[in-house]
Structures are given as C-alpha cells and as structure tokens.
C-alpha cells in the first residue's frame, strides 16, 4: 500500500499581509525562523523521507498554480490540484481522493496543511508513521497536538481510549473553547489541538464522503466520469462551485462513527500571525525579534521584518510588529497583528493590487 | 545702505533622520507642510522682496558646499561661505560680517538661521523691515518671538522700555527655562522667545565682537590680511580651527551694552523635530498627520513620512512617528521624537553611511 500527502496549499491568509500577497500568499513565504524555504517547501522536504515527491499531490487555487509549481519543481506537474475556487476542505480532500484513488485504489492518504512550523522533524515523522500504519489498517486517523497553553484560537479533540501504542480513539471533537474551558483542557490532560493532519485509505474517506456528505460525493461522480472522458477541467468549472463549501472535520470527521487519534509533541505551530512568528522566532534579552539591520533604543518585545539591507530604527518602543517591503509597510502592536486582515479587506475594496 | 542676508546654514542637525542625512541635513529638506521646497530655499525666497540674491550670503560647512549650492543656483558662488569646520554662530557672523565688510564697509546684515518655519511671510517682512531700520541707525537687534506656549526648549528675552514704534530695549537674555519658569514668561507678557535672528551693521558687529571676543577678531583679522593677498582660503584652514567656538549670544549679544528686539508673531517655528513636523501639518479629525497613501485602522496622533507610492499601514498605534525612506525606517513615539539622535550617534560611532 503505497502513502501518498495530499498538501493543502489553497490559502490566500491575509493575517502576513504585507509580507503575503494575494498571489504569494502565506504558504509560499519563507516564516519560520532561521529557515529560508516557504513553508510549502519546507512541509515536502519534511516529509520526504516518508513519501518521495513523485507520490505528493498538491491542491491549490487556479490562480496559484503557476507560483506553486515553480515553488516545487519536483512535483509531477499532474499531482498539481488546482481548484477553479476555494470551497473549504471536504472538496478539497475528496477530490484528491477521487484523483489519487483513481491511480492508486490501495493509495493511503497523508493529508497536510503546507503552512505550518514544526520544530521537531524526527518526532514529527514518528507520528506519521502512526498515522500511516493506522490509516493502512482502515482507520480514520487524525493528528492531535498535546496542547502546551490554554489556547482559545484552536478547536479541541478529547482522547478516548488507547487503541494501539501511541494511538487514542477520539472522542469528541470541540469547537475553539473559552479561556476557562480551555484551562480546564490543559489540566485534565485529557484534549489535544486539532491540527488538521489527517490519514485514511483513498477509498475510506471516500465512502465516509458517501454516506456523509452525498452532495460531495455527486459533485466527486461527476469529475470521476469526466476525467474517464477527457473532459476533467472542463467539468471542474462546471461542478466545483456547486460543492458543499464544508471542512473535512465537520462534514466528515465529526460524523464517522469511529476516528483515531494520534497524540503528538514535536514543536508545532500554525503560525497564524505575526505574534506567532514573533513567538517562534529567537528573542534578544528585551525580547524583540528583529532583523539583523535593526538598531534598537530602549525597546522591548517587539518583531521586525524588513528586506535585506533596510535599515530599521526603534527607539522607544514596546510590543510592536514592523513589517516592511518595498512597497508597503505595516506597525501594529503585536496583540492585534491579526488586525491586519481589516487593512487587506479595504484594499481588496478598492481594488489596490498591494493587497 | 544696502542690506545683506547672512544665512546660518552649516547645522548638520539629526533629529530630522532618517530623512535627513549628513550630506542632506534638515535645512536642504521639504520639511515644511505643504512646501515643497527645502527649508533652505524657502528662507532665501521668503526675503527676496527685501534682499535680492546677490545680497545674500551662505555660511555652511565645507562638505554641504556643492549641495547649498545647486539648491540655490541664483546665489553668487563668491557668497557662498564654506566654513572649514562648525565653530558654532560667533565665527560664522563674525566671518560673514568681515567678508561682507570688506566688500561694502556700509553693509547692514540680517543673520537668518537656515531651517526655521515661518507661516505668516507678510508679518515676518514688517518684522525684518523694523529690524533693518533699527540696525541702520547703528543698533544691534534681535527678533524676539511672542511665546503662544510655556515651551522650556527655547531661550527667552525679556523686554524693556520701548525705544520706537515695534522696537524694545532688550532687559536680559534667559537660558532655557524649566516649566514653571516658562509659565511666569508666559503669563507675564514681558518675554520672548529667542529666534536667532540678528540685525546690525558689519562694521557695529565687528566692533563688538573686538571687544567682547578679541580672540575671534584676531582670527578674523589674520583672514582679512590673507584675503589681500589672495590667500584666504589656505588661511581659513588654518585659523578657522582655532577660533572660539561660541555663539554669537553668549559670546557678544549678551554682553554689549545695548541690545534692541523687534517682537514678532507670525507663526514661528524652529522645526526641531519630528514631532514640530507633526504640530505643524495639517491633522484628519483623529489627529493624525500622514502621507495620502497611509492606511490608519483606530490610529490616532500619528505622523507619517515616507516615499511616494509606499503603502503605509498603521493599525491600533496612537502618537507615532513612523518615517520611511529608501533604505532606513524610524519608528518612535511622538513625545521621545528627539531620542533619535542616539541612533545616528550609534551610526557615526560604526561609520555607518546611513547616518
């Protein structure tokens, strides 16, 4: 049974904005610190020594097609998915499975999101190897991070009972908690962060879609047929706006009788804003994060991002995120960088291509 | 009797970095709001109704020579004075009024700083007008601005009796006060802020200078002899170093017997900093004073400077000073404007280019 990673690299994140664009979106940024690749690259070599590049299949938007593929020349250019719109993750998903599971019906799927930070690669790969052995089992397997703070930003899983060394069932899934609700999940030791990292055999997952998500699975038939024809892309504009636009986890995920879950402790984040890079990145020891250009005067805890060669000044200053391009700058405090998106919504409004 | 402008345009100030520069200091920059001329240019154009641009003389340092200048092509080249080295105001008037002496032993001069803003020209004539009159008939004057604030950043003049109509005796010269002091000026009436701005005859001044600073006139003496001799600028360089580095206030205004002041008001300012820029221009109702292409997202009292077709976007900060250039950035608060200084200090000290 061969593994195959479906990457999911759709996003178009404006929370990087001006570092990201539309058309370089978070993905393809280099944000991990001290890591030059974008964090596409970055999640393809991690898990290469799993799944050569020949079995990686990447979903991304028609209008990203082109930056991914010259993002990863390794990629056969047919494992390039590149969705007409975006319609969340169960079309997402399903469709890779309709695709791969077409080449392959024995394929087990390794489902990643491309624009995470893990620190911790060799623990990292330990439980993909769980997750792969359980999916090739017949499971339904997801990745569940042991929280390390009363993270209110992440949904929940609660463990159930072991079903294997390393593996949980899962017995619930929880929406993103309250503050008190979610100290309550770190001290019972009991829930995990749901990562969206998940593994089943191509065939599983599409008869959950099946049962579950009938509409999508239409949608799926539909394509099925046309690629029999020829007629694949065609019928891909005619038929992915029509996809229920639902996430794998409550369209399927939450609704299967039985999910897998496998614990894991390697470092991640999702890095869903400039606090979180600011969090992962080395701090001097007034804990600003800054470029190597920067001159600071008694300030603290700040993040500075700025092209090669700009010099960037602060002086007095505390708490703040600097971000700086060629053509657009950004300072918000570090508390409310995910603020940013009102800046991207107002330039997407007027049409500005900065955004 | 022809009167002369001497213009003070040799200060290499830092508090306007990062647009200002060692080789482009304050006075060659647009800083006024809504003019697009450099500080400089405005001071020589606002006087022109009353000195043409024969009649006005540049006293700068050596390396701003080419750059003062090309920003003033219709000064004569032998006006343009080029000090070997800063000996702060008293060699540069003491200078200027020999040079200007020898050519017209009548000469009135009006000593003008380079780099002050004035919002009301009109006024500002009559004021020089009044000036001019006084020091024709062999007084030694000054410009005393009406204080509109208890400002303990400026030295004061308290006046006396009134000597002609819009002229005073001036009772004393006062160091920078401290808070309450500088309330006492403000409410009493009686005091001034100090402007810079002087008014006498060449030959009154150098009188003075004689006999309150005799070191300098013996420079300045060892210069006229060089110049009969063709020699002056070989004797500037070596003279120029050992002069008393002292200001023409402390060093002469303050000791003579006499000093008059004509009282101002019309809309002065010393542009000392960033945050002078901002009081300056004009604010949108949440007091902010930025480029057309800022973005502010519940941003309040802010001033932004930076190139055209930057994005700047500022989201949750209130009272900052944000200045953009090619290749340095400055982010301060507004009430710590001045702590910049450090940074270019740090530049100077690694030779940094930037500075």
Redesign the interface.
């Known amino acids: 049974m061969a593994t195959y990673a479906v990457i999911m690299a759709g996003g178009s994140g404006t929370r990087f904005?001006?570092a990201s664009r539309r058309l370089r979106p978070k993905q393809l940024l280099p944000l991990a610190p001290g890591d030059e690749r974008s964090l596409l690259r970055a999640t393809v070599e991690r898990i290469a020594p799993l799944v050569p590049a020949e079995r990686v299949a990447v979903v991304t938007s028609a209008e990203l097609g082109e930056a991914t593929a010259r993002e990863l020349p390794e990629v056969p250019q047919e494992n390039l998915l590149t969705e007409p719109l975006g319609r969340n993750t169960a079309p997402c998903v399903g469709w890779a499975a309709s695709v791969i599971g077409r080449r392959d019906p024995d394929a087990v799927l390794m489902v990643l999101p491309a624009d995470h930070h893990i620190a911790d690669e060799a623990r990292f790969l330990e439980v993909l190897r769980r997750g792969i052995e359980a999916a090739e089992d017949g499971a339904i397997v997801t990745v569940g991070i042991e929280p390390t703070r009363p993270e209110t930003g992440y949904g929940y899983l609660e463990k159930g009972a072991p079903v294997r060394e390393g593996v949980h069932l899962a017995r619930r899934f929880v929406e993103k908690p309250n503050r008190q609700r979610a100290e309550q999940f770190l001290a019972s030791g009991q829930f995990l962060w749901n990562s969206g990292m998940f593994f089943f055999r191509a065939s599983v997952i599409l008869e959950a879609i099946a049962e579950h998500l009938p509409s999508l699975a239409e949608g799926l038939a539909r394509l099925d047929e046309a690629a029999a024809r020829g007629r694949e892309t065609e019928e891909l504009a005619r038929t992915y706006p029509t996809l229920p636009s639902v996430s794998i986890d409550h369209g399927v995920m939450e609704k299967v009788d039985e999910v897998w879950v496998v614990p894991g402790s390697f470092g991640w984040s999702d890095l869903g804003s400039w606090t979180t890079a600011w969090e992962l990145a080395g701090h001097d020891e007034d804990g600003n994060a800054v470029t190597p250009e920067t001159?600071l005067?008694?300030a603290r805890g700040n993040y500075v991002s700025?092209p090669k060669?700009?010099?960037?000044?602060?002086?007095?200053?505390d708490d703040?995120v600097?971000v700086?391009t060629e053509?657009?700058?950004?300072?918000?405090?570090r508390e409310?960088a995910q603020?940013?998106r009102?800046?991207v919504a107002?330039?997407r409004e007027r049409g500005?291509e900065?955004r």
Do not use: H, Q, T, Y
Request: net charge negative.
């Open positions: 904005w001006p001159l005067e008694d700025a060669g700009k010099l960037v000044a602060l002086v007095g200053v703040l600097v700086d053509d657009a700058l950004l300072v918000v405090p409310r603020d940013v009102a800046i107002r330039l500005d900065r």
